[in-house]
């Protein structure tokens, strides 16, 4: 099992920048792929990022360079620093734990964190 906790969201202007946080526990950190998805109201859920243990990473079309996925394996935490927001990105952000790399479906993962909501005004 791995347990996983996301932090960092809330309420900014467009244009503005927020990072988030997830805090894994439980089995080894480093043997997982870890991906951050969002899904806003009405909407499914959509791949943001992913990122392998030595670093790779991949991003949503959507989200490329704007937003950095980034982890910390001494400190099992990956982050997702979130720069030039618009209000489409306004979502409730989600980590999730895959087996495989790269992952952009939901299916591939197995563990999710509880999520945390991220509002951008406009």
Known sequence: QVQLVDTGGGLVQAGGSLRLSC????RTFSNYAMGWFRQAPGNEREFVAVIRSDGSSYYADSVKGRFTISRDNAKNTVYLQMNSLKPEDTAVYYCAASRFYPSYY???YDYWGQGTQVTVSS
């Open 106 to 108: 939901t299916t591939s």
């Open 23 to 26: 805090a894994a526990s439980g």
